[in-house]
């Protein structure tokens, strides 16, 4: 939602995403590389989709058509830097996209973490009129551009460190490059810039010495952390990055009454949303949407992806759920895997080394050992025993297998599909079933035993 300051002129948000990251050692353009599992850019737009912007524009280079073709879900409008020639010189390929009325919002591909709120109260210390600039302290702020003030602590001017006197390297507050500014005036000053500098780069921040000469209100505000204004540029700080991203939600789960055991191990990707008394150990990743209901613990070692938890169910350590539906006061795990389609019912138990595929489990039914049911419906109160395979798959086609309430499966049964298990049927151990198994019977397969006396085993040539 846009804060009250924007409502009084339109917002347009200019991402600049054009740089080449030389130091990130890839093939991967820089704003691509992984953050949390999302790339750079796609948080940058996540954020800027919270802001109400009347429209946004993402300013790319190299790699282009990869940038483009990861964000291709995004609305945005597309402006190609065909030479990096600085920040300055990216803004101005824009500039045509810029409506006069509008307010400018400029924001980088490679500074991931910058959150809503800060923008929105940059936004409402900018007016419609006036220049909101971030600004950061930084120890040591090498490789920052400073922050020059006047006598009346008034900004006067960004320099670039490369530029700076000995003096001007001394000051700690630093240009983040991200600032708002009204549209007509930043195109009329984008037309002055010059390259009379180290770099021989358009500078964007040479702007603020123009403003101040033209005595348009420059309002900074200070960022609340600095991990939110800090960009990426090699491994090293996309990794620094990734231990704040970390840090940041699991503190968010600690303020909503979850349990981390310890909150330095956790990986949380995504939305999750947690019930009351929810239990998180170590080494958890969490890649959403997850919703855990209540009382539910999750043991170490444990990946979700995109499932749902009913209350007072325990998963156990190393277990992978991934797509999956898990009802109330299920036993998950160790060693267990939920893969896309599996839905389980409340009361269900699922032991170690047992992997589940497009499979429904009705209430209280258990496999506990060792098993693989796919494309399977499962009735209520079944048991499976150890070793059990649901035969689905004949090479071109995937088949069902059914089971009816109450059933029991033997040890070492496989099931070839298309079959069905009729309900309160019991299935032999070791038994190879092909064909329908009737209700209430027992079933059962086995080749005859044969013993061979006075058989000699194999030996080797010496």
Known sequence: MASKASATAPLTVLIL??????RMNSDLPKVLQPLAGRALLQHVLDTTATLGAAAVHVVYGHGGEAVRAACAGANVGWIHQAEQLGTGHAVQQAAPHLPDAHRVLILYGDVPLIRPATLQALLAAAGAQGIGL????????TGYGRIVRGRHGQVLRIVEERDASVRERKLSECNTGIMVLPARALKRWLKQLKNANAQREYYLTDIIALAVKDRVRITPLLA???????????????????GAYREQRAHELLRAGVTLTDPARIDIRGEVSCGRDVVIEPNVTLEGPIHLGDRVHIGPHCLLRVVA???????????????AQVGKRCQIGPYARLRPGAQLHEDVHIGNFVEIKQSELGAGSKANHLTY??????????????????????????????IGDDA???????????????????????????SDAPEAQLTLERSRQLSIAHWQRPTKKK
């Not at 040890?411 to 079959?419: E, F, H, I, Q, Y």
Request: aromatic fraction near 4%; proline fraction near 3%; charged fraction near 15%.
């Open 134 to 141: 971030l600004t950061a302290n930084f120890t040591p702020p």
């Open 224 to 242: 609340g952390a600095s991990c939110e204004v800090l960009g990426v540029n090699d491994r090293l700080q996309l990794a620094t990055l990734e």
């Open 408 to 434: 029991f499966i033997g040890s070492g049964t496989m099931l070839v599909a298309p079959v069905r298990i009729g309900k309160g049927a019991t299935i032999g151990a070791g038994s190879t079933i092909t």
């Open 309 to 323: 938890i009913g209350a007072d169910t325990h998963i156990k350590s190393h277990s992978v759920l991934e797509q």
């Open 373 to 402: 049911l796919g494309d399977a419906s499962v009735g209520a109160g079944v048991n499976v025993g150890a070793g059990t395979i649901t035969c689905n798959y004949d090479g071109a086609n995937k088949w069902r297998t059914e």
């Open 17 to 22: 995403a054009a740089g080449q990251g030389k």
